[in-house]
């Protein structure tokens, strides 16, 4: 659902994310884009994405249901791209649907429409509150990865969790570059 390559590559990545954390950007821009490019599309990595919004981030819950929603309807990597490469546009008001209405056609807006209707936060006063909602389908996902990252434990945004060859690493946190990334990726699968 909000996965990127073939279960079967020998490293799984996993990365806690929240899609308002601008080092959460910066790691999509400047790792995660070129290692899907790469890493993922010949099959050496299996990636991903854990929802992990943050209480501060008071828009981060709606982009993390428009991204499930999408999930649910095959369209996650466009709508991930999307939040990621706008956050700075979003961010300031909350208004994401323009943004991943220009990544998905109409037909595929209006079936992710339904899916979040009922869903979003509604601002108090222009505050939202960046909460669960008990009768938004899409929030027990959500739940699933928070309850998932809390175990790791996710003190920060971005947090990744490697498994190689069914040995999983200590959890790391903060922005990688590629380079950087693709040394430590090679690393293991020198081992």
């Known amino acids: 659902m909000k996965t990127f390559g073939v279960k079967s590559a ?40 854990r929802d992990f919004p943050l209480p501060m981030h008071p828009y981060s819950m709606d982009a993390a249901r428009w ?62 509150v960046a909460q669960t909602n008990p009768s938004c389908e899409l929030d027990a996902f959500i739940a699933q990865d928070q309850a998932l990252g809390k175990q790791v434990p996710v003190n920060s945004t971005p947090t990744i969790v490697i498994t190689y060859k069914g040995q999983r690493y200590p959890p790391m946190s903060g922005m990688f570059t590629w380079p950087i990334m693709k040394q430590y990726l090679d690393s293991l699968m020198a081992q």
């Not at 999509?28 to 990595?45: C, P, Q, W």
């Not at 956050?87 to 209405?101: F, H, L, P």
């Open 67 to 128: 991204a499930n929603a999408a999930g649910r309807i095959g369209r996650f990597e466009a709508v991930d791209a999307a939040l990621f490469d706008n956050q700075d546009k979003w961010t300031k008001d909350g208004s994401m649907e323009q943004y991943i209405a220009a990544v998905l056609g109409q037909a595929d807006l209006k079936r992710v429409q339904k899916l979040v209707q009922g869903c979003l936060t509604q601002t108090v006063a222009l505050k939202p």
């Open 10 to 49: 020998p490293i799984t990545m996993e990365v806690f994310s929240d899609y308002q954390c601008p080092a959460c950007r910066g790691f999509f821009e400047n790792t995660l884009r070129y290692m899907i490019n790469d890493y993922v599309a010949s099959g050496k990595v299996y990636l991903v994405h």
